[in-house]
């Protein structure tokens, strides 16, 4: 399986553990799942148990051989706060980030809940777990930076049993190279996960609005952030409610259509409405992609382009046309955003 990834916001996935079950409605679709069943029952293959959750130990290892730094995607396809995730197998995945701050690893998730709780006190036992190299990767491969370990001292993959040693290991906490992300695909979603994604300690938190079916206002939290309703709506129409108070920010916001066999339509407005909410608030917005369907401008359904094609029809402005993901590309308004975190939050750049 290539570590090369076709998703606009990485660069590269590490899939630790595999197989996910549905929580929301923006599973429905489920990408990995569609993926992972078809060789479900074929003999020998990565994928023969389907989509059944699975520990992928011989995976661990893989951030620490990639010496060129690179955004990656944690757990492409699974949920790393699933409950059939033994809290002591993250711990080995906290390690394993920890050991390479040349890369950046975003961690996505739909269990926000166990996110938290996890973030708010494992530090310690992360911190044991490099001193004694449980996450069982070669000692080769962790940096001087960690004691220098060596095969000669340890054994390939061995434990540090030096007396006193666990006393040199301390990291950062939360790690400064790893985001933490939520799935928002529609209002409810927003208002689940967004509290708890903002009590869990994190050097970046992000929102992956994708696939995104309802409009999210996410004003309630941007607002605290320098984000105005005048700003767009000075009548608020909306009925944009009081902020939260916080003092965690949100660091990014990623907005996309679903695709795949059964992609649901998503309205040009919802996309927009975000990314107005996060230019107000200066919170760096990346529109990743239209999905399968697309408002086509200036056509009608007898054009010979797109003759025979499905429409959708939101209201009396708004229909779209599903002509594909690739035609439908990721150009909003005239143009690509693709604005990422600094780390530390709060500004952007255009990569
Ligand atoms: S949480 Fe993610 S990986 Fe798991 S079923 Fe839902 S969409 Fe798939």
């Not at 998730?109 to 911190?127: A, C, G, Q």
């Not at 209002?187 to 970046?204: F, G, K, S």
Request: one cysteine or more; hydrophobic letters at 35%.
């Amino acid at each position: 399986m290539s570590d090369k990834t076709k998703i606009e916001w990485s660069d590269s996935t590490w899939n630790p553990v595999t197989g996910c079950t549905k929580v929301s409605e923006g599973c429905r679709n489920c990408y990995a799942k569609t993926f992972a069943e078809r060789f479900e029952g074929t003999p020998g293959h990565y994928f023969e148990s389907g989509f059944k959750v699975t520990l992928r130990p011989e995976r661990l290892g893989q951030p620490l051989r990639w010496k060129r730094p690179r955004k990656i995607f944690v757990n492409s396809m699974s949920d790393l706060f699933h409950p059939d995730v033994p809290d002591e197998y993250i711990d080995r995945v906290f390690a394993v980030m920890a050991l390479c701050p040349q890369h950046t690893f975003q961690v996505l998730t739909k269990r926000p809940e166990r996110m938290r709780e996890y973030l708010s006190d494992r530090k310690e036992v992360v911190n044991e777990t490099i001193a004694f190299n449980m996450m069982d990767v070669p000692t080769r491969h962790i940096g001087k930076r960690w004691g220098g370990w060596t095969p000669a001292q340890t054994g390939e993959y061995g434990r540090v049993e030096i007396p006193g040693y666990f006393d040199d290991v301390s990291i950062d906490w939360p790690l400064p190279n790893v985001w933490l992300g939520v799935s928002v695909e529609n209002q409810q979603a927003a208002d689940e996960r967004i509290p708890l994604l903002l009590q869990t300690p994190a050097a970046v938190r992000f929102l992956s609005c994708e696939p995104l079916l309802g409009p999210v206002n996410l004003g309630k939290w941007l607002l605290t952030q320098g984000w105005s309703p005048s700003y767009y709506d000075p009548d608020n129409i909306h009925g944009y409610p009081e902020s939260e108070p916080t003092n965690e920010h949100i660091n990014w916001v990623i907005v996309g259509g679903e695709s795949g066999r059964n992609a649901r339509p998503m309205h040009p407005n919802w996309a927009r409405s975000l990314r107005n909410q996060c230019n107000a608030a200066g919170v760096p917005f990346f529109f990743k992609q239209w999905g399968e369907w697309k408002k086509v401008h200036d056509l009608s359904a007898n054009d010979p382009g797109i003759k025979g094609k499905l429409w959708h029809t939101f209201d009396p402005d708004t229909s779209v046309c599903r002509i594909g993901k690739e035609a439908a590309g990721r150009m909003l308004d005239g143009r690509v955003w693709s604005e990422m975190p600094l780390v530390g939050g709060g500004e952007s750049e255009q990569p």
